[in-house]
């Protein structure tokens, strides 16, 4: 099988990626992820042997070169089903196709970032245009499945809906007394915790954060010494970020750590997640804070509704409405209880609705169809 990404570095689709590989058995297919850009050391993260990768080093803009190795790659390779995801992947199956893959699928993950809800008409152009060349497509989010039934035509037969799971060993909630990977005397016993976990970029819209929580200050003013906001992610925006938390006065009490290979360990030293997206798939940090136990104040986008049950797991709040996200991280700091019970729920509908082994099935399922649509 040969999995198609634009690149495998940091990120939500990568990390599921991963995650699939990792936890589908072994005696099943054989993988190879080819990478139209080229790889990081994210790789390590693959656990089997058996996974080789490749890097078809495209060049920004148009690449036609870029398909000419990749035919030949897939020629060599002669894959039982290609699977690419992602808009900026969509048209290698044209090039798996004049490569003789007769079984191929199509994962939409999220949004393309200069189109935030899939409105651009080159876009939908392309996608109508390559549809009849995709065997079956899985989208992560029900607004995806609208999306691509609606404005695209793909018929409701090869629609798949596949959530992404979450590892509920590794992302837990805390136990009392546990180490918390905070700087010294960052926080203390009775600090409040609000964190997030995203790249730091336009689309992911940290500076909203940011700015809420700086409203807080008047909100919460005998509170607001003990808050404390940390965000984890590198991006283009993190020295803006930086500069705005200067210059807001706000040092002591924002930590930006940057890219860190210790999640698990951060988010079970918050009390709270926030995700102020403009527009989202199905975010992997989402699913990781529920199964860490934290309630999750995320934007009405794209997947975010098929994870947070508000009331229950969490709250929504319209993107991009920072006097609305101020209110809302206000009324939870101010409700203990809340917190708790959001946050207990959380962990709860983690470990039943979004397990890895529900993901890897949907995903097994899917290439038992097309495999067998293509033998028929």
Not at 6 to 34: C, F, K, Q, S, W
Not at 151 to 157: D, L, R
Request: proline residues 5%; hydrophobic residues 40%; neutral net charge.
């Amino acid at each position: 099988m040969a999995h198609v990404i634009h690149r495998l570095d940091v990120g939500g689709m990568e990390n599921g990626l991963v995650n699939l590989i990792n936890r589908m058995p072994a005696d099943t297919y054989r993988h190879a992820i080819i990478c139209m850009t080229d790889y990081t050391d994210f790789s390590q993260r693959l656990r089997r042997d058996d996974v080789t990768l490749y890097s078809l080093h495209k060049r920004e803009g148009k690449d036609i070169g870029v398909h000419l190795r990749l035919h030949r790659l897939l020629r060599k390779l002669q894959p039982d089903i290609v699977h690419t995801r992602n808009l900026a992947t969509l048209e290698a199956q044209l090039t798996a196709m004049l490569s003789g893959v007769r079984a191929r699928v199509h994962g939409e993950h999220g949004w393309n970032v200069g189109d935030l809800d899939g409105s651009s008409g080159k876009n939908r152009r392309l996608r109508r245009l390559v549809r009849p060349l995709v065997g079956q497509y899985i989208a992560l989010s029900q607004q995806q499945i609208g999306y691509l039934n609606q404005a695209v035509g793909v018929t409701p037969a090869q629609l798949n809906h596949v959530c992404n799971g979450v590892d509920t060993d590794c992302f837990r909630p805390r136990r009392a007394g546990e180490f918390q990977p905070l700087p010294d005397d960052f926080a203390s016993a009775d600090s409040l915790i609000i964190g997030s976990v995203m790249r730091m970029q336009a689309v992911k819209a940290p500076l909203d954060l940011l700015a809420a929580f700086g409203q807080l200050r008047q909100r919460l003013p005998e509170q607001f010494a003990r808050l404390r906001l940390v965000m984890v992610g590198d991006g283009p925006l993190l020295e803006t970020v930086a500069q705005q938390v200067r210059e807001a006065g706000l040092a002591d009490q924002v930590w930006l750590p940057g890219a860190r290979d210790d999640i698990p360990a951060l988010m079970r030293a918050m009390d709270l997640f926030v995700l102020p997206s403009l527009a989202e798939g199905i975010c992997n940090t989402v699913l990781e804070a529920m199964a860490s136990g934290l309630p999750v104040i995320a934007t009405h986008v794209g997947g975010n509704p098929d994870l947070v049950t508000p009331g229950e797991t969490g709250s929504l709040v319209p993107a991009g409405e920072v006097d609305v996200l101020a209110e809302t991280l206000a009324a939870y700091l101010n409700d203990t209880a809340r917190r708790a019970y959001e946050g207990r729920t959380a962990r709860a509908h983690a470990e039943e609705q979004f397990s890895l082994a529900a993901m890897v099935q949907g995903y097994m399922a899917v290439y038992a169809k097309v495999l067998a649509r293509q033998r028929g």
